[in-house]
């Protein structure tokens, strides 16, 4: 006679599994994955031949193969080469061309980048693809994930042509050879990916140290439970570069997660650029029960409008898109509300209703730091649309008092002094703008620099700053 299986599990083994699961591979299941969680814990127990649910899982506890294995059976692992190909050609485009460009980059030294989570290896495949098809040989790729099935997977380089549905057939051609109805890596595109067991969810700080310049972590921190998935972020934050990017999934975001990263935007593509200097060393977790306030996609594709419409000073047709836009009429609690809230006061401004610019702009002040610059920005332009200079002297510099680093609140503040008559004071202050313009962030010069870009921006500072020394 067959030897009986385990008993089915109690709802407390049930229980001290999701905990387990949350604790040590940092995923979280909502109630309708319950049964599909006691499912599993019931297979790994017998494939474990563990007598009991309860010998399962005290063995769980201890073994990291055992977790590797239950990541496999846990984690979704759909993925595809080229999928989201806008983050691709950003990553080209803008990042890489900013990262090369760098003062502070060593003579020679080729992209570094990471696809974490990478799943059976499309991703990172198709970021070497990139590297080889716009000129970057020497890059070097890292292909990490929890899941060691799916890494010998990727380590064979061997595709359906499901994985291949969004590579060009001129791509397919340069880069796979086919074999019985696979696609196969060429060699030397797989020799240039380097695949890596390692857990997100793990402290590692010998891994996690500054050397990427960018890094993808798409479609992974949506399994992760709010306090673990900030854990991630800070150590996705310590693996970057200063100055270094993030891309997300689509459905993903740090709003509300961390102030350590910026928002940015190309061609309606979001992706995180790292500050060059983060504020801060830990990152917010947010607490159980307050979850990060997600933005649905609609709310998001309505923002890259916006800040599009921003773009073409079309200021009431932006006014009209945001306003769509769902955001509680308190102070903000997370960054997404935060950066709506901002440039619906700004909207709000230049559209003359300075008392709906004033009331956001009071409820953003209560966040402190660059976000309260922000804000008195928004409370001097007010003031000056309401034609009291004085004001908006007061506010400009409340605003670089806030955060020393503003480079518009510097050079607005020069140009306010010097139609006072302090030439002194307004030639310092251009001179700290131009200092700073190179580093100020995209979304500021867009809504604090009169529609002038970066470019002519800085050479108004630099022809009034030397004027004033000569
Ligand atoms: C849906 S796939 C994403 C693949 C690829 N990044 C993409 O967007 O196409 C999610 C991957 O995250 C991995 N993953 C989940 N938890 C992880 C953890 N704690 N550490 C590392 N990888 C993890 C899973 O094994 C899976 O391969």
Redesign the pocket.
Known sequence: MGRAGPAGPTDDESARFAAIVEHR???TFGPTDRARLTQVLLQRTTARQAPTVSGYLDSLERSGEELSAL??AL??????FL?QAEQFSVLTRTVLTDRLARPDRPEGAGPRLL?????SG??PYSLAITMRDNGYPNAQIIG????PQ?LAKARAGRYTSWSMRAVPPAVQRRWFDQEDGHFLVKPSLRESVEFRP????AADPAFWQPRFDAI?C???LM?FAPAAMAQVVQRLADALLPGGYLFL?SAETLRGVTDDFELCETDGCFYYRLSDSPRSATVRVVPRGLPARRPSGPDRESFGQVLELLRAERFAAALGVIELIDVPAVPPRSLWDTEVMLVRAMLLAHAGDLSGAGRDAHRLLGRGGAVAADAHGVLATCREADSDERGALLHWNAAVDADPGFALGHLHLGRLTRFGGDQNTSDRCYERAAQLLTSESERRVLLFGGGFDREALLSVCRTISRAGRS
């Open positions: 591979l940092g995923l990541a496999g984690t979704v692992g759909e993925t595809y999928r696809s974490a989570g990478c799943a499309e991703e990490l994930d929890v899941n799916a390692q857990n997100l969810a993808f798409r479609n992974v399994y999934g």
